[in-house]
Nanobody, 126 residues
C-alpha cells in the first residue's frame, strides 16, 4: 500500500490550501481515509476522516467549518480543502488509510490506521 500526499506549501493566515492524497490500493472503495497532522514538538493529531463511500465524514473540533474532506473513488484520491488557515494549522499533514468492511465508520485515532503517506508540509505565515 502506498499513499502519496501533495499540495502543501506556504500560505498566509486566512488563506486556503488543498491537499491531495493518492492511494495505490484496490478496491479503493473498501478503504476508509483519514488526514492527520503533526506540528513540531507535538503529537500527531486527528484532522478529518471519510468513510468508504464518502457519505460519512468527521472532523476535529479545531478544523470544523474550515476544512472539508472529500474523496473520488474512481481516481483513488482523497482531498482536504483547508480554508481560513490559522498559524496553529501549520504542521506536516499525513494521509492514512484502513481497509474496512464497515460502511460508515469514524476512525479518528492514529492507531486505527495501518498505512500512512509520507506527509506534506503546510506553513502558515501571520
Amino acid at each position: 500500500v502506498q499513499l502519496q500526499a501533495s499540495g502543501g506549501g506556504l500560505v498566509q493566515a486566512g488563506g486556503s490550501l488543498r491537499l491531495s492524497c493518492t492511494a495505490s490500493v484496490r478496491p479503493f472503495s473498501e478503504y476508509a481515509m483519514g488526514w492527520f497532522r503533526q506540528a513540531p514538538g507535538k503529537e500527531r493529531e486527528f484532522v478529518a476522516t471519510i468513510s468508504r463511500s464518502g457519505g460519512s465524514k468527521s472532523y476535529a473540533d479545531s478544523v470544523k467549518g474550515r476544512f472539508t474532506i472529500s474523496r473520488d473513488n474512481a481516481k483513488k484520491t482523497v482531498d482536504l480543502q483547508m480554508n481560513s488557515l490559522k498559524s496553529e494549522d501549520a504542521a506536516v499533514y499525513y494521509c492514512a488509510t484502513k481497509r474496512t468492511i464497515v460502511t460508515a465508520p469514524f476512525y479518528t485515532s492514529a492507531n486505527d490506521y495501518p498505512y500512512w503517506g509520507q506527509g506534506t508540509l503546510v506553513t502558515v505565515s501571520s
